[in-house]
Nanobody
């Protein structure tokens, strides 16, 4: 299974931007669709974005459409989440995930998470 490590979280003011990175190792990265999930305090983990193994298809939850962009670099075994126009409700721990399919059913690997805090 692929091992995932996230980075890039932090504290940002509302309206600001952050770029999350996820480094994959120990597996064939290009075999996996990749995604980002988040979990806010007291809430369940929710889907944020996903990208197909080729990078040709992307998917977003409605609340981040037009603000977040997922991308991947199969040569570097990296996946990114560019987050713009951040809102306080985006505050959460963000997790990178690897799945055989872009619907992110049957996630095979999770990262340890990176905290994103958006102040108002």
């Amino acid at each position: 299974q692929v091992h995932l490590v996230e980075s890039g979280g932090g504290l940002v003011q509302a309206g600001g931007s952050l770029r999350l990175s996820c480094a994959a190792s120990g597996g064939t990265f290009s075999n996996y669709a990749m995604g980002w999930f988040r979990q806010a305090p007291g809430k369940e983990r929710e889907f944020v974005a996903a990208i197909s193994w080729s990078g040709g298809n992307t998917y977003y939850t409605d609340s981040v459409k037009g603000r977040f962009t997922i991308s991947r670099d199969n040569a570097e075994n990296m996946v990114y989440l560019q987050m713009n126009s951040l809102k306080p409700e985006d505050t959460a721990v963000y997790y990178c995930a690897a799945s055989p399919i872009a619907t992110m059913k049957g996630v095979k690997s999770w990262g340890q998470g990176t905290q994103v805090t958006v102040s108002s």
